[in-house]
């Protein structure tokens, strides 16, 4: 049964920047404020399940060719890599560091290796939900 | 700092993540799986030698002092038990490699091995209570994983059991935690511990360390095992063995933790508890030993009795006999594991499990025979064998403090285990041989060499126990001494 889901599909194609934005925008905040890594990996996750859910599986896989179980991988990879990181400059395991840098266009910034291990959290957060949502959808 | 002290949970961390990416490069699996293991025994060596020199060690993540960063401590105790799991874990996948198959092999079986025993080493290291959930979630979803593996429909029955109860049991150690945070404000071991000490053990405090003791008990099987006997038979040989070694052992690690660190102030209801339920755990484990025919099922409920068994060195709480609980901890993890894997070979060679379909396998592989005999008397108690010396001190723990109700189950549990594992050596070894020359099975090497391994193992510590005992004295001293404990991780800043 073909269903007709033009005005769902033209939808989405906002609606799924508008959310990658904002879990972007979560991200980034989370250092300081409520936000973080796994919520904004959450809600990026949650745009990936938007287009599943819109499209079929092939559709999407032929746009994001990526294998999500690697990406979930990937995001643990770098959230212990920053742990034995700070292991090889002596420093106690999972130890940050943060400073300003003086950026064009930015201006003064706060740059942290913080922002390494939640760029971990969230690429793990995103491999996981979307593996488990197309395990199910391909199991039915 | 002792950066050190994270590698034994880090390196197989490590190792399961980079093994998802080599998925289909099976050979390469393998070679790194087993540098990984060794690579973790021979950290986990050097840091258990350190403590001897040093005393306890203890490192600060992020450089957060306690009690307010969440740190690992590793004592003797603790890491006796991660010495000997990561032994264990080499072993066993020397098996794997030529029992698990293409399938699991693709299904990503190794790199959830190392997610387990990442969650194992963690539990056993960290010495922070919300850490320890944590540590026992990794562990439990790479245990969901491997129970399910495989899909078949035996395993998918069980795998329901095992998950819903563990996530029940999960939700109340969060709670339990909740509790514990709300009404002394912290959750590191040692400041626990040291608060509890300074407004008393009063009733609430009683009542919350009866929810833990509840959690635990689910996780090791005691009482509330009723769970055990089924998953434990259900997934492949390699993976039941795993589970059969370790995963119990976690439970009981952390009713140790808890009973000796946290609440030790009324044994008169907590120990008590615990020492009844670890009788009515060796009483129902051996009515279950002997029941069966199915010889997993028979192992399994051989799991069981040891938990009753190790736990009444708990119950009686005296150094002597934690002396006795911490030898047969480790006895058990390697001598199950062998056991497990017998069954499982004799399985793969029969295509059976009930122990009046097999007959004569002696006649057909003779050293499968006499492994499984070793295993027996070792499981037994018989003195050159590992598990004699723990069976001692628990006993002479027994009298000293007069506990003779304990000493009795725990003595007549032995006799019940000698006789239920008899039964099948009687059934399955001795008698006419069912498989004729042609249809004779081979066993393959790679199976035979893990169990000569840990026959090896269980001979060595037996006879080699004067060289474990400084260890041993040493963790059984810090668990009879709180203050040891909480003086190495608070440091005075209280």
């Known amino acids: 049964m073909k269903i007709n889901d033009v005005i769902l599909q033209t939808v989405t194609k906002i609606v799924v920047f508008i959310i990658l934005t904002f879990g972007v925008e979560l991200f980034l905040s989370g250092h300081n404020n409520p936000g973080g890594g796994f919520i904004g990996g959450l809600v990026l996750s949650s745009a990936f399940v938007l287009l599943y859910l819109v499209h079929d599986i092939e559709t999407v896989h032929k746009g994001i060719p990526f294998d999500f179980k690697k990406i979930a991988a990937l995001g643990a990879f770098l959230a212990v890599g920053t742990g034995i990181g700070s292991v090889l400059f002596g420093k106690h395991f999972l130890t940050q560091a943060a400073g300003h840098f003086n950026l064009p266009v930015f201006g003064d910034t706060e740059l942290s290796t913080v922002i390494v291990f939640e760029a971990g959290v969230a690429l793990t957060v995103v491999g996981v939900v979307v593996t488990i949502i197309s395990t199910i959808s391909e199991d039915v | ?494």
């Open chain 2, 1 to 494: 700092m002792n950066n050190i002290l994270v590698m034994p949970m880090i390196i197989p961390l490590l190792t399961g993540i980079i093994l998802v990416f080599l998925r289909h490069y099976i050979k390469t699996q393998r070679v790194l799986g087993i540098l990984s293991s060794i690579a973790t025994v021979v950290v986990s060596v050097l840091i258990l030698h350190q403590i001897q020199q040093e005393g306890i060690l203890r490192l600060d993540f992020g450089g957060w002092l306690p009690p307010y960063g969440i740190l690992f401590v590793a004592d003797s105790f603790s890491m006796l038990l991660v010495v000997t799991t990561s032994i264990v874990t080499g072993i066993l996948l020397i098996y794997a490699f030529s029992s698990i198959g293409k399938q699991y092999e693709h299904m990503f079986f190794y790199p959830f091995v190392f997610f387990l025993v990442a969650g194992v080493n963690g539990s056993f290291l960290t010495g922070d209570l919300f850490n320890l959930f944590v540590c026992f979630e990794v562990m439990l979803l790479s245990s969901y994983v491997l129970i399910t593996m495989g899909g078949r429909k035996i395993q998918l029955i069980e795998s329901i059991k095992y998950v819903t109860i563990n996530v029940l049991s999960s939700w109340f150690f969060l709670m339990g935690i909740a509790y514990l945070y709300g009404t002394v404000g912290t959750l590191n071991m040692a400041h626990l511990s040291v608060r509890i000490a300074e407004v008393g053990q009063g009733p609430l405090l009683t009542v919350i360390s009866l929810i833990f003791l509840i959690v635990f008990s689910l996780k090791a099987g005691l009482l509330l095992y009723f769970w055990l006997p089924g998953s434990y038979s259900a997934p492949p040989t390699v993976i039941a063995a795993l589970f059969g070694a370790l995963l119990t052992k976690v439970g009981i690690y952390a009713m140790f933790r808890v009973f000796t660190l946290i609440f030790y102030h009324e044994p008169v209801i907590t120990h008590t508890a615990i020492g009844v339920m670890a009788i009515l755990t060796m009483i129902g484990g051996s009515v279950g030993a002997l029941a069966y025919n199915d010889i997993r099922k028979i192992v399994s409920y051989n799991v069981v009795i040891a938990v009753g068994f190790i736990l009444a060195g708990l119950a009686i709480s005296t150094e002597v006999a934690f002396q006795g609980a911490i030898y047969y901890l480790i006895h058990d993890m390697i001598v199950k594991a062998l056991l497990f894997l017998l069954v499982g070979t004799m399985i793969y060679l029969t295509g059976k499990a009930k122990i009046e379909e097999m007959s004569g396998l002696i006649r057909n592989y003779p050293t499968l025979g006499w492994l499984f005999f070793i295993t027996m008397l070792s499981l037994a108690g018989i003195p050159p064998l590992s598990g004699f010396i723990g069976k001692v001190f628990i006993g002479q723990g027994a009298i000293e403090s007069g506990s003779f109700i304990l000493l009795i189950a725990a003595f007549l549990s032995g006799i019940f285990v000698l006789y239920s594992l008899l039964r099948i050596f009687m059934n399955c070894f001795w008698g006419e041989t069912i498989i004729n020359e042609d249809d004779d099975v081979p066993l393959k090497k790679g199976m035979l060499v893990p169990c000569i391994l840990f026959a090896i193992m269980t001979i060595a510590i037996g006879i080699g126990v004067e060289g474990l005992a400084p260890y041993v004295t040493d963790a059984a001293r810090t668990l009879m001494n709180p203050e040891i404990y909480i003086d190495a991780v608070l440091q005075g800043n209280r």
